[in-house]
């Protein structure tokens, strides 16, 4: 059948939610990796409701028509990118917080939700949600969960995964499953939901989901420690975590990029403690002491939260920072164990300097996580930089991404991290759940 009569069909059924103007179709042909996408949208399904996602999947699959679906476009793969004709599932529609059980505590939420303002709606009666991508302002709970997101505080509560109890999907074929249940744990049955986490947009399409919360702490703390060099600041957040302190958030911001946001003079921690008031006072108090001794050329303590917000600020700007010095620099998210981030610091620097590449590197450390970014000179490549970056992560017993996924432009480098028969096994789970491989395909493989 003809494309154009997908559109046909969608209309029929989906009237003013099918949408193929060209202003919208080339809006949404875009996303927060400015990778320049392989093809804009035939048009764009914004659905109500679970039935109107799989009535639209089951359309788009009886034409053999492949479908993107976009949540705040935030990913830094282009897992969101039209990567052949199709259209895009526009998540937008879907912001409804469904039910919020303080009891329970379960909050049931539409795929379309902002994590943001999920934070916000369990914040205002004393909860956490505990993940907190950078981007939580403009990214949603689908999204999330299709990349199982972590961010600042995943050192002490974990990633996305961790906080889904269960989901409404449609499947490829346009099945509408319940997968999981309200409880806080369950073992029956293969964890079909956890291998949706993290799938991409590939497997499945999450419609709803019903997701776990905390009692908020009740006090914060929050340092910042400036270092003379990177490998003192590495080794002084190393230091932190053998001392047998947790805190909620670990970040570190060497001294390119907090040059880029002039902020500090030179490389600098973030640390950052919640739970009982006496308890992060003790720690943070520690935290300090060790910073010290380790070198910490000076240390800031902040609890009030206009004073916290005021040390966060320049970590906040250091993604934004970057791009306005380099528009086309390469952000990696490669992540190591704990004790291989200074190798991993060094091995960027030497790749820097043979590839002729600015390099800067900023991140969850506490998870063994760097943002690296390659800042390429003009008409200077970055593949060759990025490909021994992979390389250095891996050998270094890490991975090629800790966070972002893999979407479009990691590809090329996942079979060197999974080998052939785990790449193999991951196709055939592909072919399994989307045999007509209609869902986001050339994401992932
Ligand atoms: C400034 C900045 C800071 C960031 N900080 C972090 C961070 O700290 N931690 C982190 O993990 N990431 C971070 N990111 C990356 C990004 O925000 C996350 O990957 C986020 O989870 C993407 O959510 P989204 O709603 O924007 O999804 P999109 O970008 O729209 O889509 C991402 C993927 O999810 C799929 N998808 C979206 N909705 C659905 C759905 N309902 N069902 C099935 N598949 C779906 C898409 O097809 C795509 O493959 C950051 C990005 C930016 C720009």
Same mark, same amino acid.
């Given at each position: 059948m003809k494309k154009s009569s997908v559109g046909a069909a969608l209309r029929r059924r989906l009237g003013e939610r099918f949408v193929d103007g060209e202003v919208v179709r080339r809006a949404l042909a875009l996303d927060a990796s400015r990778i320049p996408p392989a093809a804009v949208p035939l048009g764009v399904v914004r659905p109500r409701d679970a039935r109107d996602v799989a009535a639209a999947v089951r359309i788009c699959a009886d034409h053999g028509t492949a479908i993107f679906p976009r949540g705040g476009? +935030?990913? &830094?793969? !282009? !897992? +969101? &990118?039209? +990567?052949?004709?199709g259209v895009v599932m526009d998540f937008a529609p879907l912001n409804r917080i469904l039910r919020l059980s303080p009891e329970d505590r379960t909050v049931s939420v539409q795929a379309g939700v902002l994590t943001g303002r999920l934070h916000e709606a369990l914040e205002r009666l004393g909860f956490l949600y505990p993940p907190d991508p950078a981007s939580a302002a403009f990214c949603t709970v689908g999204g999330n969960l299709s990349e199982n997101a972590g961010g600042l505080r995943a050192l002490k509560y974990g990633t996305t995964r961790d906080y889904l109890l269960a989901a409404t999907v449609v499947t490829a074929d346009g099945e509408i499953l319940r997968l999981g249940s309200d409880a806080h744990k369950s073992v029956a049955g293969y964890d079909l939901l956890r291998l949706l986490v993290g799938s991409e947009g590939t497997l499945a399409i999450f419609v709803d989901a019903t997701l776990r919360f905390l009692p908020a702490p009740k006090a914060v703390a929050t340092l910042s420690a400036v270092f003379a060099d990177e490998q003192a600041a590495l080794e002084a957040a190393l230091g932190l975590l053998k001392e047998g302190l947790l805190p909620r958030a670990l970040e570190f911001v060497d001294g390119v990029c907090a040059g880029a946001v002039g902020a500090a003079s030179g490389p600098f921690l973030i640390v950052e403690f919640d739970g009982h008031p006496a308890e992060v006072r003790a720690a943070a108090a520690e935290a300090r002491s060790t910073l010290k001794k380790r070198d910490a050329v000076r240390v800031s303590l902040a609890r009030a939260p206009a004073r916290r917000e005021a040390l966060w600020e320049a970590r906040r700007r250091v993604s934004t920072a970057l791009l306005k010095i380099s528009p086309t620099k390469a952000a990696e998210d490669v992540c190591v164990p704990l004790s291989q981030l200074p190798a991993l610091y060094r091995a960027l620097r030497r790749i820097g300097r043979a590839c002729g590449v600015e390099t800067c590197a900023y991140g969850h450390v506490g998870d063994g996580n760097l943002h690296v970014n390659l800042l390429p000179r003009p008409r200077r490549r970055t593949d060759g930089a990025v490909a021994r970056l992979m390389k250095a992560a891996l050998e270094l017993r890490g991975t090629i991404t800790g966070e972002h996924g893999v979407g479009v432009s990691k590809k090329r480098y996942l079979p060197l991290e999974t080998g052939a028969a785990v790449l193999s096994l991951m196709r055939r789970v592909k072919r399994l759940f989307d045999p007509r491989g209609v869902l986001n395909p050339g994401k992932i493989f």
């Open positions: 476009a +935030s990913g &830094l793969t !282009g !897992g +969101s &990118l039209v +990567s052949r004709p």
